[in-house]
Nanobody, 120 residues
Framework: QVQLVESGGGLVQPGGSLRLSCAAS????????MGWYRQAPGKQRELVAT???????NYADSVKGRFTISRDNAKNTVYLQMNSLKPEDTAVYYC??????????????WGQGTQVTVSS
């Protein structure tokens, strides 16, 4: 079994900051790309940021310059530092990881989601 457990969501005022964490655990043979996605009410899930095993990153245009994705490979954890938050950043944020288990092909695993609300 593999689990992704997210933490760090909450309510913050516009202009504030939050840091999300997502830890992968279980029978992991290799942990490849990791990323954050979000889904606002009535909208499709969208990519926020991804980070490869070697550290290369990719961001949605809407968060460039405000959000920073990072990972700690020793802890199987990915982070999302969110600064200068805007009301339009309000969404459920999901962690995704490409994980290979022993004797199995790599596949996507998703966390349960954490709510981020930006409001005054």
């Amino acid at each position: 079994q593999v689990q992704l457990v997210e933490s760090g969501g909450g309510l913050v005022q516009p202009g504030g900051s939050l840091r999300l964490s997502c830890a992968a655990s279980g029978s992991i043979f290799s942990l490849n790309a990791m990323g954050w996605y979000r889904q606002a009410p009535g909208k499709q899930r969208e990519l926020v940021a991804t980070i490869a095993t070697g550290g290369s990153t990719n961001y949605a245009d809407s968060v460039k310059g405000r959000f920073t994705i990072s990972r700690d490979n020793a802890k199987n954890t990915v982070y999302l530092q969110m600064n200068s938050l805007k009301p339009e950043d309000t969404a459920v944020y999901y962690c995704k990881a490409v994980i290979r288990r022993l004797m199995s092909p790599a596949r996507d695993y998703w966390g349960q989601g954490t709510q981020v609300t930006v409001s005054s």
